[in-house]
């Protein structure tokens, strides 16, 4: 485990915890008591913890390796593990910059290492049950979709969340992420034609008391608050993205997709629900999530651990790992775009 934050005690060391095949032998963190707490919790009795990131790469006993540091570190991180021998699950966003992607899809190839991206709402109920009805065909041809991520104050104020030279942005590259990467997963479609952007920093110049983690400090506050985009598709396809930490709306929805297909719709705002005409009259169907079943069986709807069964069962038995790599990549690259659009204030296309 490299990074031992918030991220990693609260998601992916938990999860591993309830995986019999993985044992967590290895730890770092720039704060070493960090490093050592990790380890008397979830590591194995003879587990270790390292000063410097280059000595646990060089760790024979280290086979796979997850990244939870701040975004600026993931591509040099992962690269880095990956030219190891190592394989990589590396925390959302998949890099600070598309070119940082780019360089670990490359890295990965050539070195045949396994790296997956941490999208965890893959792993929902919903998200599964969905997805398997949009690759079944039973919403058509999705040529209309709406990534939502939208909070009302909801700015994580701790670590390096509002800085934009370790981030790269705030709530787009956050939360909107997580948002896109749903959306696309459920299209099946990674060819982006045109990207137009927004982003706005307004609530973010001022201070909030009804902020969920307390007030923040303006002055601190360097990346955007809200960012908007209207996405084209090579197919013709129209994505429409939204993202927020803080915005005045009650129109609240997080990792969450709207789709538009020509037999059918679907939604996952109140409840998942699909809609569209039968026998002459329009119809609303609301899926119940008492539990489901994946293609080996039942599994738990814990998204955290369903993503960590995945990710492991997929190197121990030499699989693609649900979340490739170059969907990930596609992911970045929109949301660079995104980004460069709202600086230049026009269009941004894609070769």
């Keep these: 485990m490299i990074g031992c934050g918030g991220i990693a005690m609260g998601k992916h060391l938990p999860a591993l915890a309830k995986i019999p095949?993985?044992?967590?032998?290895?730890?770092?963190?720039?704060?070493?008591?960090?490093?050592q707490e990790a380890k008397e919790k979830y590591g194995t009795p003879d587990a270790r913890t390292y000063s410097e990131v280059g000595e646990l790469l060089n760790d024979p006993d280290v086979h796979v390796v997850h990244v939870c540091t701040?975004?600026?570190t993931h591509a040099e991180i992962s690269i880095a593990a990956l030219e190891a021998g190592k394989h990589v699950m590396c925390e959302k966003p998949m890099a600070k910059t598309a070119e940082g992607a780019r360089k670990m899809v490359e890295t990965a190839e050539r070195t045949g290492r396994k790296l997956s991206i941490a999208y965890q709402n893959r792993h929902r109920a919903d998200s599964l049950w969905l997805h398997k009805a949009c690759r079944a065909g039973e919403l058509g041809e999705i040529y209309l979709a709406k990534a939502h991520a939208i909070r009302r104050r909801a700015v994580p104020t701790w670590g390096a969340f509002l800085d934009v030279e370790k981030q790269g942005g705030g709530a787009l590259i956050d939360i909107g992420t997580h948002a896109l990467d749903l959306t696309l997963w459920m299209m099946d479609n990674y060819e982006p034609k045109t990207v137009l952007g927004t982003s706005y920093r307004k609530l973010g110049e001022q201070g909030s008391e009804a902020n969920m983690w307390g007030s923040w400090d303006p002055a601190k506050f360097t990346v955007e608050d809200s960012a908007f985009a209207m996405i084209t598709m090579?197919?013709?396809?129209?994505?429409?993205?939204?993202?927020?930490?803080?915005?005045?709306?009650?129109?609240?929805?997080?990792?969450k997709v709207s789709l538009s297909g020509t037999k059918a719709g679907a939604d996952m705002k109140k409840g998942l629900r699909i809609n569209g005409e039968e026998h002459g009259m329009l119809y609303t169907r609301e899926i119940q999530m008492?539990?489901?079943?994946?293609w080996g069986g039942s599994v738990p709807n814990d998204p955290a651990e369903n993503e960590a069964r995945a990710w492991i069962n997929a190197i121990l038995n030499d699989q693609e790992p649900v979340v490739t790599a170059k969907q990930a990549m596609v992911v970045q690259e929109i949301l660079e775009a995104v980004y460069e659009s709202a600086k230049k204030g026009q269009a941004i296309s894609f070769s």
């Design 21 to 35: 095949e993985a044992q967590v032998v290895a730890f770092f963190d720039v704060a070493p008591d960090r490093a």
């Design 70 to 72: 701040p975004n600026d």
């Design 234 to 255: 090579k197919n013709g396809a129209t994505v429409w993205l939204e993202s927020s930490w803080a915005l005045n709306t009650l129109d609240v929805d997080e990792a």
């Design 290 to 294: 008492t539990g489901y079943a994946d």
